[in-house]
């Protein structure tokens, strides 16, 4: 194939590029916000409202009210199950749109399939990227919809589930006081919902105002999601971070405040975003079914399942087979392995131009531009899009600064930000910089849970891994299932997976009521073999992974030895469960007789 690009000299840039982010401390760098201050935790949004303890029991007890809970609720309602209580930490339904509300959120996920239910609601949104208000109202809909308003109980954490042997029931105490019984509890605690700081020196002495950007403070910035930022005025502000969040803030700052200041340690991929109103012709035509089919299209064409048409058709499409790269699917397993590598290798090298020269294209000063040119390949990081990001650097109150030679911002003083010995003055700090990523709050320990016997379900965890049957369920912690990535395949329509994994559960739980069994758990055979599975045909990302840029796709920059998500891909582990359920697959986990 003729190149106009030199592959070799892209391979030394990446590496080079790589060494200089790379940190000895890793994951370690990072400070756990809830933990170490209190304060960027607090909800901005709700006023906190005192209550009586609960002592009361209810069927099924979900533990999150994001779109994973509220899909469980949903589609626990819709098999007929009465007594439903999700408890949320949060003021109300939403999850990581409920948190979010930085100016400029969006979802870059297409609305018409990241929005679940919308059927079910006779709802059509009214963007191709929602903003995220209206993502926001949907989730809100939905628990009205469905009823989730009447047993929910907001503002509280759960702070344990412990399984009683005989009285066949979980019991939930949490932070308020509460002390409940249920018999089933679904826990959707979500994946990227601990903000996270990072570690700099002197960031607790800073004098200013500073916040993160899921807790955004608008009593100080003024203005909403749509902007309009006239606190800032008269203030300097600082950034810090530039992933997918910051993308969608910097315009908004840059155009309201007097100076900003982005501190960049990696630069994101900016590719085209095209959002547009939702054409009301469009809407009228749909016909039933018609979200079902379009995810469903989605999903095969990002994970490399052929599809005869493309009914999204945008950048995640377009750019579907680089995905494979961080969501295996083994989908090209038929070419040889050295052949297809370099197919990717080289794919990925021409999307990778195409975006630098987009910078150059939209960034005047070369310098600036320059900095702003990711090197690395497409999925090493979560790939972003703006139509707008990258011009806001052209304003002259606009200063991008380059911090990967000192791997990040080096210090905070009582009023700046230093790197590479200079220091910025500013009157604010706004931390675009993340979550921890993890699998539920059960994996991060802050959710402890006893199944049978007392037994600890994250010791039981930490040798050998998670074992459990499609990743809901394990034995010893009956009636417990759980929502999320685990031992189970992913996608980047994430809430069209949680949507499979809410239905599959309310099947089941259907099953045991319809029989009146009063404990689902996996039989040890069902989930030896299960974890089998997984490891046998998990795809392996270390060394893609290995050479890639630090984050959190890579463990920053330490991949894990081994993958745990099914490496058949997420359209085979969908037809898996339906199989399961429609050919008896629920003996696995229904034991007759324990009534
Ligand atoms: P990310 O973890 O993606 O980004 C954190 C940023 O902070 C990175 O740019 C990181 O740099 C930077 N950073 C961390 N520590 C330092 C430091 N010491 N000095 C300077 N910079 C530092 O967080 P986001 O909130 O942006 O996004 C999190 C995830 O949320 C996304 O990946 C995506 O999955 C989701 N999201 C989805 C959206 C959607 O539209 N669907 C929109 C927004 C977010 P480095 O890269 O070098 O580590």
Known sequence: MELDFDPEALRAKYRAERERRIRPDGNRQYRRTVDEFGSHADDPHTEFTEREPLHDSVEVLVVGGGFGGLLAGARLRQTGVESIRVIEEAGDFGGTWYWNRYPGIHCDIESYIYLPLLEELGYVPKWRYAPGEEIRQHAMAIGRHFGLYRDACFQTRVRELRWHDTDLEWIVSTDRGDEMRAGHVVISSGTLSQPKLPGIPGIETFRGHTFHTSRWDYDYTGGDANGGLTGLADKRVALIGTGATAIQVVPHLGADAAHVYVFQRTPSSVDVRGNRPTDPGWAESLRPGWQRRRR?????????????????????????????????????????????????????????????????????????????????????????????????????????????????????????????????????????????VGVSGVLSGRLPVYGRGGADLLRTWMSGGPRTLHGFYCQGFPNLFHLGPLQNASAVNYVHILDEQATHVAEVVAEARKRQIRCVEPTAEAQDAWVATIRRKAADLHRFQAECTPGYYNNEGRPRERSESYGDGPVAFHELLRRWRSEGGMREVLAEGEA
């Open 296 to 436: 469903e299209n989605f999903l095969k064409i990002v994970t490399g399942v052929r599809a005869d048409e493309d009914l999204v058709d945008d950048a995640w499409t377009s750019t579907a087979r680089l995905q494979e790269k961080l969501i295996p699917t083994n989908a090209y397993a038929g070419v040889p392995a050295e052949e297809r590598e370099l197919a990717y290798e080289i794919a990925d090298f021409q999307k990778m131009n195409e975006l630098r020269a987009r910078v150059e294209a939209m960034v005047e000063d070369p310098e600036t531009a320059e900095r702003l040119k990711p090197w690395y390949r497409y999925m090493c990081k979560r790939p972003t899009f703006s139509d707008t990001y990258l011009q806001t650097f052209n304003r002259p109150d606009v200063t991008l600064v380059d911090t990967a030679d000192s791997h990040g911002v080096e210090r905070i003083t009582e009023n700046a930000v230093v790197v590479g010995g200079v220091e910025y003055e500013v009157d604010c700090v706004i931390f675009a910089t993340g979550f921890e």
